[in-house]
């Protein structure tokens, strides 16, 4: 799939935040999304945290009180959703789930296992698809995008969270968690996760890709996102378990939200977004 992935798109590389070379690392991992002791066992762990941060983020917003089915009627698209590892939990809250990832091995791993679950079987729909390839048929449809351990992978980060402001409905939630790049992300991300502890697979992680929160943020601002949470996460290798911490240094999970569209149209009255739009031109280095 990936060879005709390459024969069918030759050119279009540059224009796509599909990296083939990260396509390929995860192709060969995917039928080893569901076992918790194995290569993924730390992002199973991070449900423990993710979950709750998106499911009481998203309630503090809401109205609408559903007992037992507390995400009920939200429509969210899990970006690289991988094996299906966060959406599936996402959907036992009740949200209606799209899974999109570019690998087809993943996908096929992830709708073989919601098979086995006949109320994911109907919440939760997997596509093959690159996010830019679902734009057009999606504007505005989603409430939530969860992009989770996936904008370090990305080739072209300004495209991706453009494609994610234009599938978000006016005032939907864009929730994002990924890595620092800092020195110590160096040391601990790669050095020791991968190469002394195996905690992750040799060469997941390229630190070049890592993303600075503030860099982050300043991308958000400038697509149209206001940034409401940035929250600094640690990972303790000992317990394989994953807490909040002050500190963004290494992992951080970040909440923003797609200005509205009556924000939108008086845009140009407020200083402080024509101030952050000057600044654009150099978001446009990141990826």
């Known amino acids: ?5 390459t024969l069918k798109r030759p050119f279009s590389t540059s224009h796509s935040s599909v990296d083939s070379k990260e396509m390929k690392k995860f192709q060969l991992l995917a039928h ?4 918790e ?7 199973h762990s991070m449900n423990d945290i993710r979950v709750p941060f998106i499911r009481d983020t998203l309630l503090s917003m809401s109205n609408n009180y559903h007992p037992g ?21 996402l959907g036992r809250l009740g949200a209606s789930v799209t899974g999109i990832d570019p690998v087809e091995d993943n996908i096929r791993t992830a709708d073989q296992h919601k098979s086995f679950d006949p109320v994911l079987a109907k919440r939760i729909q997997y596509k093959s698809s690159s996010l830019e390839e679902i734009v057009e048929e999606s504007m505005e449809t989603f409430d939530v995008i969860v992009a989770s351990e996936v904008v370090e992978h990305v080739a072209d980060l300004e495209m991706f969270i453009k494609c994610c402001s234009q599938v978000l409905k006016p005032e939907g939630s864009l929730f994002i968690t ?14 020791v996760a991968e190469k002394i502890m195996g905690i992750v697979p040799e060469g997941t ?6 993303v600075p ?18 929250n600094g ?3 303790n290798p000992l317990s394989g378990s994953w807490g909040w911490m002050e500190s963004t240094s290494l992992n951080y999970a970040l909440h923003a939200v797609k200005s509205g569209a009556r924000a939108q149209s008086h845009a140009t009255d407020a200083p402080s977004e024509t101030d952050i739009q000057q600044h654009s031109g150099t978001a446009g280095t990141a990826g």
């Open 1 to 5: 799939s990936l060879f005709r992935f």
């Open 32 to 35: 080893k999304w569901w076992d």
């Open 37 to 43: 002791e194995g290569e993924y066992a730390a992002l």
């Open 69 to 89: 089915n507390p995400l009920s009627g939200i429509k969210i698209l899990d970006v690289g959703c991988g094996g299906g590892l966060l959406s599936e939990p």
């Open 178 to 191: 990924t890595i620092n790049k800092t020195q110590l992300s160096y040391v601990l991300g790669i050095v």
């Open 205 to 210: 992680h390229e630190w070049e890709k890592f």
């Open 213 to 230: 929160p503030e860099e982050l943020e300043r991308l958000l601002e400038s697509n149209g996102f206001s940034v409401r949470t940035v």
């Open 233 to 235: 996460m640690l990972y």
